[in-house]
């Protein structure tokens, strides 16, 4: 890898900042020990790792292009592979090996990542398992939505053929109409077309494939607590069901095309050898995984926030950061969004929490109401309450671990 800056950095030094902007540069390490450490430790994760020879860091905010979500300092004296933004197909080139364990760990963290926040926010949500197939089924058969039904049960069907509700899951095929196997799907093609509301896969179904959208748009949705509940609408260009095939574990949740879809199917056998002759694909995947990873991180520091005013300027924070957007003092940002919708996206519900954004409004005068939209006339200030009642929620954390 002589193509790449090699760098070095005595013991106890500062390599990367938590916080940081502009980080251009990942590391990979060739000699040495690095502490990674995270001022807001979230669930599930060690808030201090040892690195070694082989792993790396800061890849995260390199290749998202946001502010960094670690401070890595070297233990001993360390030599290190400094990649840039811009070097990461000649990285992949090089060394698809790297790259690929990258992929890995991402798709690793960003499940570990996904598991945790469902299981904040959603409380009752289900483990992925083949054998929740005939519920989902059950769920849209309910919703009298055959189609998704019919889908459910044949991949119960498929995946279990042995299954205890095999019985209930004929039967209701044989109701609503429906031949027990749905029609094979050819593999070895890599383009796929999808109609109106057909489903592409469906959550806790055991995945061979990912996909990248290349015209049309496609919901992905998850059943919780009885309730179908939109997690995004990815638009062309967009990769979806990556983990699947990364960390061979089932679906997370479901992917319906949304009008008329083409997508491209990559499966687990041709994955290397596409991210090989196409370095541009792994250099998508990575960034978008990056983003992944990163608004998850800030979704998980979030729910850690037990102050509900907190909660939302962090929010507010974190909108205009997956923006890009400027902060400086007197830089001012509309979030072209409302005080329900606010509210909506930090888990509360009830009409009275109107009266927290009013609170919050009387005593930042930073931050206004504009023809019924959210407005930050000043972004540094924001930025620095949004530290207050991080470090407040950090000194509560200590002070609980003292007692």
């Not at 992929?103 to 929740?132: G, H, W, Y």
């Not at 004929?170 to 383009?191: C, E, G, M, V, W």
């Not at 919901?219 to 260009?237: F, R």
């Amino acid at each position: 890898m002589s193509f790449f800056q090699m760098v070095t950095f005595p013991a106890n030094s500062y390599i990367i900042v938590e916080g940081k902007k502009d980080a251009n540069n990942f590391y990979i390490i060739r000699e040495g020990k690095v502490r990674v450490t995270r001022e807001t430790a979230v669930v599930g994760e060690d808030p201090n790792q040892v690195l070694g020879p082989g792993d790396f860091f800061g890849v995260v905010a390199a290749m998202s292009q946001h502010p960094q979500i670690e401070s890595a300092t070297s233990l001993t004296n360390v030599s290190l592979i400094s990649v840039s933004y811009d070097q990461f197909g000649t990285l992949i080139q090089k060394s698809t090996a790297v790259a690929m364990n990258i992929i890995r760990f991402f798709s690793m963290k960003l499940r570990q990542f996904d598991t945790t926040i469902t299981r904040l926010s959603f409380r009752n949500a289900v483990e992925e398992d083949p054998n929740e197939l005939f519920k989902i089924g059950e769920y849209y058969f309910q919703q009298q939505n055959t189609s998704h039904a019919t889908f459910a049960y044949q991949s119960y069907l498929k995946h279990l053929p042995n299954g205890q509700f095999v019985p209930q899951a004929k039967l209701r095929l044989q109701t609503i109409n429906q031949p027990f196997q749905s029609a094979p799907i050819d593999y070895t093609k890599f383009n796929r077309n999808y109609k109106d509301s057909e489903m592409i896969f469906c959550e806790h179904e055991p995945g061979k494939e990912l996909f990248i959208l290349q015209s049309g748009k496609v919901k992905i949705s998850k059943i919780v607590n009885q309730n179908e509940v939109m997690l995004a609408v990815l638009q062309a260009g967009d990769i979806f069901g990556e983990m699947a095939i990364l960390d061979n574990k089932p679906r997370s949740a479901s992917a319906v095309a949304a009008g008329d879809v083409e997508l491209l199917a990559i499966n687990k056998a041709n994955f290397e050898g596409m991210v090989k002759a196409q370095p541009q694909l792994a250099t998508r995947l990575i960034t978008l995984l990056s983003e992944r990873i990163w608004i998850a991180y800030k979704q998980l520091a979030n729910l850690l926030l037990k102050d509900p005013q907190g909660r939302i300027v962090d929010t507010l924070m974190t909108l205009a950061e997956k923006n890009r957007i400027k902060v400086a003092p007197k830089q001012a940002y509309n979030f072209e969004i409302g005080t329900k919708d606010l509210l909506k996206m930090v888990g509360l519900t009830d009409p009275k929490d109107e009266l927290i954004i009013s609170d919050i409004m009387k005593n930042n005068k930073f931050i206004r109401m504009d023809m019924g939209k959210i407005v930050c006339s000043d972004m540094a200030e924001l930025e620095k309450l949004v530290q207050f009642y991080h470090k407040k929620a950090n000194m509560e954390n200590k002070l609980k671990k003292l007692k």
